[in-house]
């Protein structure tokens, strides 16, 4: 590189000469040495007075002046480009900090980059732990695991949601509410699964201390079985509890859903308390059952519920509930609406039913009889617990028995150890009235003889087989109340009748059992009535501990008011019913 010369190669950096120090002195001493050549000349040249002269040395003063002036804007120039030197140095040094500082924020984002990252693991090594803990098969760790993950949202905002995902995730692993009721739920996994909906709860709540409110949540639990969730006071985005049970009460008292609300196919197998709620969209209840009281009361519906084939096996109270946005009161909401939300009568009078072929046995929630057609299906069972009811539907099928059959049609063998329908029965329709064990085994072996009879020869034609008129005579109808009692000790007297079951139309035979719920499953095991659950017949299950299981097609006994039941029968599947109430008055018949 030549000297005096400045030079950068790098891209953005400004090329440029300056002068050098053995530049400068050797212009000085130029300037100097001609400037004294310049004054001996002109001493020698123009130093004798006379008047040309002096014009000539005014014309050479006047050149000088111009040299002089030539040389100030040399100098003029010089100090301009000094300047320019100093601006470029400044500039230079603008464009040196501008890169020092282009470097330092480059190191700063990458140490940021790094702090992230590491943070980032360190989520996800916590995160990931956790899950694994709330896996384990150990309460303490599952335990541990679940407060680790409510740690991890608590100081990390954005995985909230996520978290909350997780232990939804949790809960709809467990989908069998009969196994909930049946096992005991305050084991491991039960204390596991409450604890996670106290979490979830205690994050919901915008009054929630210590800024532990986590807003704007979505759940997403449809399908789960869940322990005595309780969400009363919380509020939340959306919320998913579509074919959903809730075992034990279900709190949702002063909740607030801003979003939609989805509960269709719900169970809720206790009390439902949605007392002062607020739906701020959608409520969706299709078709869920309330097993317990469904307690709507002051709740606020912004954009209309959907009840459509929702059960409510007990009470309902819509108490000053507003509907859609104007808040329309309960007793003024549109046809449709308050259709759904009708619930069976407390009290149906027998004699109010209409009149039928079938034996009556209440109302459904259309308000239309409900029935039983012992032509179509000619036994009847059912299950119902201390109070509530099971007498009361024995008269009431005594009594249609007797008002549409006349005793050469019908004759009724009444099994009634209690006595609690003790002359409802006339003598003309009573083939006999079984008060003990001992009475029964001889009227159920001289059923037996005569049934025998009745059952078709290798003589009898198509022709008499499809109208039955190989015999005759009157059906019968052998009703027993307290079946439980008829059964003690694991004998079962009807045990002779279980050969002509399944050929009871052939035979005219009918057989109807009342029995209490409790010990019902395994009644259900043997005898008599093993044979009738596994033909299928149609009956009612009503009140009962629902620990007992399936009894009839199926349907579990649960928490129901007295005289209500869930029938099941071929032609219309289960359905609510409330019983009728016949008058407790003597014999129907003379």
């Known amino acids: ?17 300056v002068l050098s120090i053995r530049m400068i002195w050797f212009a000085s001493a130029v300037i100097v040495v001609l400037g004294i050549a310049v004054a001996v000349w002109l001493l020698a040249a123009f130093g004798h007075g006379d008047a040309q002269e002096r014009n000539q040395l005014e014309a050479v003063k006047t050149a000088g002046t111009v040299v002089v002036g030539t040389g100030g804007a040399a ?97 709809r692993m467990f989908t069998d509410s009969a196994a909930d009721v049946v096992e005991n739920p305050v084991g491991q996994q039960g204390r596991v699964r409450q604890a996670v909906g106290e979490v979830l709860a205690a994050h919901l709540r915008p009054d929630a201390p210590d800024h532990r409110f986590w807003p704007d949540i979505d759940i997403d639990l449809a399908g789960a079985s869940l322990l005595g969730f309780d969400l009363s006071g919380c509020r939340v985005r959306s919320a998913g ?6 075992v034990g009460p279900a709190r949702f008292a002063g909740t607030t859903f801003t979003g939609a609300a989805g509960f269709a196919s719900a169970e809720f197998t206790a009390v439902a308390d949605f007392t002062g709620t607020t739906f701020g969209a959608r409520a969706d209840f299709t078709a869920a059952t309330f097993r317990g009281d469904a307690v709507f009361a002051s709740a606020r519906f912004a954009d209309g519920p959907e009840f459509a084939d929702a059960t409510f096996l007990t009470r309902s109270d819509f108490g000053s509930a507003g509907f859609f946005e104007s808040s329309v009161p309960s007793d003024e909401l549109p046809p449709e609406l308050a259709r759904q939300l009708t619930t069976l009568p407390l009290h149906v009078p027998y004699a109010e039913l209409p009149a039928s072929d079938a034996l009556p046995l209440g109302v459904r929630l259309d308000g239309t009889p409900a029935v039983w057609s ?14 509530s009811g099971k007498t009361t539907l024995v008269r009431g099928i005594l009594r249609g028995i007797v008002e549409r059959h006349t005793p050469a049609e019908a004759v009724i063998l009444l099994v009634d150890y209690r006595r609690t329908s003790l002359g409802y029965v006339g003598t003309e329709h009573l083939l006999a009235y079984a008060v003990s064990t001992a009475q029964l085994g001889g ?52 045990e002779p009748l279980r050969e002509f079951l399944p050929q009871a139309k052939d035979v005219g035979l009918h057989v109807v059992i009342a029995r209490r719920t409790e010990g019902a499953s395994g009644a259900l095991e043997h005898g008599v009535l093993n044979t009738l659950a596994g033909l299928r017949v149609p009956g009612v299950v009503g009140n009962g501990d629902f620990r007992e299981g399936p009894l009839l097609s199926g349907v579990w006994p649960s928490a129901l008011m007295p005289g209500r039941v869930t029938a099941v029968s071929r032609r219309y599947g289960r359905e609510l019913v409330q019983l009728a109430w016949p008058e407790p008055d003597p014999p129907l018949s003379a």
């Open 75 to 171: 100098a003029l120039l010089l100090a301009a480009r000094r300047q320019r030197s100093a601006e470029i140095a400044l500039k230079q040094k603008d464009l040196d900090q501008a890169a020092v500082a282009r470097t330092h924020a480059l190191q700063e984002r990458m140490a940021e980059d790094t702090r992230l990252d590491a943070a980032e693991r360190r989520l996800t090594e916590l995160y990931s732990t956790a899950v694994d803990q709330l896996g384990s098969e150990r309460l303490a760790v599952q335990l541990g695991g679940l407060y680790a993950l409510e740690r991890l949202g608590q100081s990390s905002p954005g995985q909230r949601q996520t978290i909350v995902n997780v232990l939804c995730a949790y809960l």
């Open 1 to 17: 590189m030549d000297e005096g010369v400045a030079r950068d190669d790098e891209p953005g950096e400004v090329a440029y000469r």
């Open 443 to 494: 009227m159920v072996e001289d059923v037996r003889q005569s049934l025998r009879r009745r059952l078709p020869g290798p003589d009898v034609t198509q022709e008499q087989l499809k109208n039955r008129s190989w015999w005759s005579g009157p059906e019968l109808y052998v009703v027993v109340d307290d079946a439980d009692l008829v059964t003690a000790g694991g004998i079962d007297p009807l």
């Open 241 to 246: 509890f579509g074919a959903a049970a809730f």
């Open 374 to 387: 012992p032509e179509a299906d000619p036994h009847f069972v059912a299950f119902l617990g201390p109070e």
